[in-house]
Nanobody
Framework: QVQLVESGGGLVQAGDSLRVSCAAS????????MAWFRQAPGKEREFVAA????????DYSDSVKGRFTISRDNAKAPVLLQMNSLKPEDTAVYYC??????????????????WGQGTQVTVSS
């Protein structure tokens, strides 16, 4: 059974840092591109960051570039998202996603086959 499980969300104040993690079971995720998306109340799910299967290439949305860092540690968890200088507009449910084996990291949600249930991140002003 394929399963992605996010953890590390919570309530923080503006300017704080938070790290969310994504653990996987049931499939070899170490050779899949991974990404983080988020969905705020009343808004569509949006791309946040992606990393290719080898970890050599990353991509970020303009809204988080310079503040968020995506990385992977296949020994412990497929993908991590370090979030610094958090803003109230970062408040959302954060989802991790996994793509095809040896696939390309992309911003398109439809290119990801497996999704976690999400973890809530709330940033107060």
């Amino acid at each position: 059974q394929v399963q992605l499980v996010e953890s590390g969300g919570g309530l923080v104040q503006a300017g704080d840092s938070l790290r969310v993690s994504c653990a996987a079971s049931g499939r070899p995720f170490s050779v899949r591109p991974m990404a983080w998306f988020r969905q705020a109340p009343g808004k569509e799910r949006e791309f946040v960051a992606a990393i290719n299967w080898s970890g050599s290439s990353t991509d970020y949305s303009d809204s988080v570039k310079g503040r968020f860092t995506i990385s992977r540690d296949n020994a412990k968890a497929p993908v991590l998202l370090q979030m610094n200088s958090l803003k109230p507009e970062d408040t959302a449910v954060y989802y991790c996603a996994a793509g095809d084996l040896y696939g390309t990291a992309t911003r398109e949600a439809t290119r990801y086959d497996y999704w976690g249930q999400g973890t809530q991140v709330t940033v107060s002003s």
